[in-house]
C-alpha cells in the first residue's frame, strides 16, 4: 500500500471517530483547516512563480510555456489535418 492510500484509508477511519466527527461541526475548526488550505494554495503559487522566474534568469522554458507549445502545436496540426482534408476534396471532386 503506498503512502497516498494509506493516509487517505486512516482520514476515513478518523472522519468516522464521532469525536473527530463532533470537533468537525466547530465553526474555529473549520475556519482554521479552511485557511490552512489557502494557505497551501499560496505557498504553491508563491514557489511556482520564484521557480519561473529562475527559469527564466538560466533562459529555461518553464511549464507554463511547454504548455502553450503544446497548444498551439496541437492548433496547427488540426488546421494541417484540415487542409489536407480539402485538398483531398478538392482532388477528389475534379
Given at each position: 500500500m503506498?503512502?497516498?492510500?494509506?493516509?487517505?484509508?486512516r482520514?476515513?477511519?478518523l472522519?468516522?471517530?464521532?469525536?473527530?466527527?463532533?470537533?468537525?461541526?466547530?465553526p474555529?475548526?473549520?475556519?482554521?483547516?479552511?485557511?490552512?488550505?489557502?494557505?497551501?494554495?499560496?505557498?504553491q503559487?508563491t514557489?511556482?512563480?520564484?521557480?519561473?522566474?529562475?527559469?527564466k534568469?538560466?533562459?529555461?522554458?518553464?511549464?507554463?510555456?511547454?504548455?502553450?507549445?503544446?497548444?498551439?502545436l496541437?492548433?496547427?496540426?488540426r488546421?494541417?489535418?484540415?487542409?489536407?482534408?480539402?485538398?483531398e476534396?478538392?482532388?477528389?471532386?475534379?
Amino acid at each position: 500500500m503506498d503512502l497516498k492510500n494509506l493516509l487517505l484509508s486512516r482520514g476515513m477511519k478518523l472522519m468516522q471517530d464521532p469525536r473527530v466527527a463532533k470537533l468537525m461541526q466547530d465553526p474555529r475548526v473549520l475556519k482554521t483547516l479552511m485557511q490552512a488550505v489557502a494557505l497551501r494554495g499560496k505557498v504553491q503559487e508563491t514557489f511556482e512563480e520564484r521557480v519561473a522566474r529562475v527559469a527564466k534568469s538560466l533562459n529555461l522554458v518553464t511549464r507554463k510555456e511547454v504548455r502553450e507549445l503544446e497548444r498551439t502545436l496541437r492548433k496547427m496540426e488540426r488546421e494541417l489535418d484540415a487542409a489536407r482534408a480539402e485538398i483531398e476534396d478538392e482532388k477528389a471532386s475534379k
